[in-house]
């Protein structure tokens, strides 16, 4: 894993450290990077996903009922 040498806000990085829990700077850093991905990709997804145009047959098609299966 590469160091990194950054200048981070001693408060933005406290308030950060105390919510999330984390026991050092680098969880905590390493943590929110993590959090804003996933957030940032959920939104990509769903704009990919909102923006698909479906034909009359796909919005037609039959439901498969999962509450009934064994």
């Known amino acids: ?38 957030k940032e990709r959920q939104i990509l997804a769903f704009e990919r996903i909102s923006g698909r145009e479906f034909s009359d047959a796909q919005l037609q098609a039959g439901k498969v009922d999962y509450s009934q299966s064994a």
């Not at 990194?4 to 999330?20: G, R």
């Open 1 to 38: 894993m590469a160091i990194t040498s950054i200048d981070i806000d001693p408060a933005l990085l406290k308030e950060t450290k105390q919510l999330l829990g984390a026991a050092s700077n680098r969880e905590a850093v390493e943590r929110a990077l993590r959090y804003t991905l996933s």
